[in-house]
């Protein structure tokens, strides 16, 4: 079995690529999934190829069965294309999902949402709900960032995302925000919404708030002043759903 032990050989210069890259991503229609829980949970439909080093072949003795092409790399290798300080040692170069937009009237905006852990859990707790579309505005984190597919636990691979401009939000927006009327003494919860979440440094923008329907918190004790951005959207979207 050849095993690729350089970093110079084309086809590792292409997954670097792919993981720093979102241009690159976007130009090929691929990404990149590490680690052997994550890799193991995709369809293999979606997997182009898998790159594992011989301690995880060794380890893993499906990884034949989950990817017809299947190639083995160095702990060097490895290491140069890894996200990660301490590699895995599997690593999947995938197609990006195409899910079709059975929404159910649920979309999920992030604005201007740069963190990727905050990203990921957000991708993670849309899954576990049911819902299927996010909509990115402004400078948001990519979600197909190795950060965020890591942080999504497979979630990125059940949603429907796309880039939207301000004149593309048109619905029933409920914007999270401090300074909004308690969710929890909401009696006319809609059945079809556009939920938002900020970052957590600047909250919602002007031009969304602008937009939004109706701006919503969360209660909280006065002794703390905010919470997580992924976990204020999980736990506002858990209420809609289960109170819609």
């Known amino acids: 079995m050849d ?28 990404f990149v999934a590490e680690g052997y829980n994550i890799v193991k949970d995709i369809q293999k439909k979606d997997i182009v190829e898998i790159f594992v080093t011989n301690n995880a072949l060794a380890k893993y003795n499906n990884i034949y069965e989950m990817c017809e092409f299947v ?18 040692g599997v690593l999947a170069v995938c197609k990006m999902p195409t899910i079709s937009s059975d929404n159910q009237g649920k ?17 993670r707790t849309a899954t576990a709900c049911g819902v299927t579309e996010i909509w990115s505005y402004g400078n948001c984190a990519d979600i197909y960032s190795p950060k965020v ?82 976990v204020s959207l999980s736990i506002a979207l858990y209420h809609l759903i289960n109170k819609a």
């Open 107 to 123: 979309i999920l905006l992030l604005d201007n949402l740069n963190d990727p852990g905050n990203v990921g859990t957000i991708l």
């Open 149 to 230: 597919v890591r942080s999504s636990m497979g979630g990125v691979f059940h949603v429907s995302a796309k880039t939207v401009e301000l004149e593309d939000i048109k619905g029933n927006v409920m914007a999270l925000d401090m300074a909004g009327e308690n969710l929890y003494s909401m009696s006319d919860i809609p059945n079809d919404f556009i939920l938002v979440v900020g970052s957590e440094s600047h909250g919602i923008s002007a031009e969304i708030k602008a937009l939004a329907n109706r701006v919503i918190s969360l209660p909280m004790s006065e002794k703390m002043e905010s919470l997580n951005a992924g």
């Open 71 to 88: 190639t083995v790399v160095s702990d060097k290798v490895m290491g140069a294309i890894s996200d990660t300080k301490t590699p895995s």
């Open 3 to 30: 095993m690729i032990t350089s970093i110079s050989t084309p086809v590792i210069g292409e997954i670097r690529r792919l993981v720093k890259e979102s241009s690159f991503r976007r130009e090929c229609g691929n």
